[in-house]
Nanobody
Framework: QVQLVESGGGSVQAGGSLRLSCVASGIIFSIRTMYWYRQAPGKQRELVAAIRSGGSTNYADSVKGRFTISRDNPENTVYLQMNSLKPEDTGVYFC??????WGQGTQVTVSS
């Protein structure tokens, strides 16, 4: 059974930082492309960042220079380091594997 479990969300003030983690089980993690998505209230889910098995990354324009996605294959974990947070970064952040498996999400709230 595949499980993706996110953690690290919380409430911070604008300009603050958070580090999200997603631990995967039930899949061969090292060969998967891993994604972070987010969904703000009343909006569609959007791609935030992606990291391929070889380590190459992509970011949404809105987070470039502020967020960093990384992975630890031996620990089956993908991270999202979020710096210089803005109120518009508020939402539920979801981990995804290969655009197929989803985690349950973790809430991030940024206050001004």
């Amino acid at each position: 059974q595949v499980q993706l479990v996110e953690s690290g969300g919380g409430s911070v003030q604008a300009g603050g930082s958070l580090r999200l983690s997603c631990v995967a089980s039930g899949i061969i993690f090292s060969i998967r492309t891993m994604y972070w998505y987010r969904q703000a209230p009343g909006k569609q889910r959007e791609l935030v960042a992606a990291i391929r098995s070889g380590g190459s990354t992509n970011y949404a324009d809105s987070v470039k220079g502020r967020f960093t996605i990384s992975r630890d294959n031996p620990e089956n974990t993908v991270y999202l380091q979020m710096n210089s947070l803005k109120p518009e970064d508020t939402g539920v952040y979801f981990c995804n594997a290969d655009l197929y498996f989803w985690g349950q999400g973790t809430q991030v709230t940024v206050s001004s």
